[in-house]
């Protein structure tokens, strides 16, 4: 029983994957709206949909937690967002990503200090074979340069995949918190990043029925639903898998974009595939391909020949 409750949990932390997939395609149709206003309107949407919810359904009280937890949530989607938001703007886009991605990375390496997690040699060889697909695709095969004059950019980079890692780890500790405190974490992301928009942005709105079409589905999906998913995925589940299976998002992402005619197919996306595939299909063998155990046969003095 306890088998299947972890599987159907990772499964659940599969969909959170998928959805952040559709980043890509979502963000490009969503114009030219600043991305600490496209937080607001995202996080801000997503968390009234859910408080929405909770009210209806009578579960409001689940919001009630202690501070600490208040703060561990806020700050673990807040954090990430604003360090990730901080490298691209102060780094070259390919090298910021690049540091970034290697959150999936970090979450198989931090869960070994999970009380009952084993970190297995298979989960890293599938991680790190998920994290070269994921370099194929974001530098398109090429070299890449990291300059010294991008240093505070890099430094967020590696501040963002750090937070994000820590949150989904650390939130294995904090499995008695309901997933449905999430929405709470949304509505203060979305305070905190609007205060950050009118510090350090311009006011642009979505200029047509498309664009606003494209931030709602933002708010529903990659940057609402997902967040609750993510969470059941890495409090319940095998968060060795979830972390290497993280890495067929921007795979799937690129897939998306090219089908949409956003860009192109590559041999370098075509290894990429490759190497994202088979990195998840080894570092999930246990739950793929688990060996049934067969019960012991004891045979009574009197079924004997």
Known sequence: MADKQKLRATLIGLTAVLMWATLGLFGAGS???????????????????????????????????PLGVWAFGTFGLFGFHFFYFTAI???????????????PLLIVLFSALLPGERLRLHHV?????GLAGAVLLITGGEG?????????????????CLFWS?????????????TEA??????????????????????????????WASVLALAAFPVGLAFFTWDVGVKHGDIQVLGAAAYSAPLLSTLLLIAFGFGALTPAVG??????TLG???????????????????MQADELP
């Open 31 to 65: 114009g030219s709206v600043p991305p600490f206003l496209l937080n607001t309107l995202c996080f801000g949407f997503s968390g009234i949909m859910a408080l929405i919810w909770l009210i209806a359904t009578g579960r409001t009280r689940l919001l009630r937690q």
């Open 89 to 103: 703007r102060n780094a070259p886009p390919v090298e910021a990503n690049l540091i970034n991605y290697t959150w």
């Open 125 to 129: 060889i599938g991680t790190v074979l």
């Open 144 to 160: 890449v340069g990291f300059s010294s004059g991008s240093m505070l950019g890099y430094g967020a980079a590696v501040a963002s």
């Open 166 to 178: 820590s949150y989904s780890v650390l939130s294995r500790r904090l499995g008695a918190v309901p």
């Open 182 to 211: 999430v929405a709470g974490f949304c509505l203060m992301t979305a305070l905190l990043s609007g205060i950050c928009h009118l510090a350090l942005e311009e006011s642009i709105l979505p200029a047509s029925s498309l664009e």
């Open 271 to 276: 290894i990429a595939c490759v190497a994202i």
């Open 280 to 298: 998840a299909v080894i570092a999930a063998k246990d739950m793929i391909f688990k060996r049934r155990q067969k019960a012991p046969v004891s």
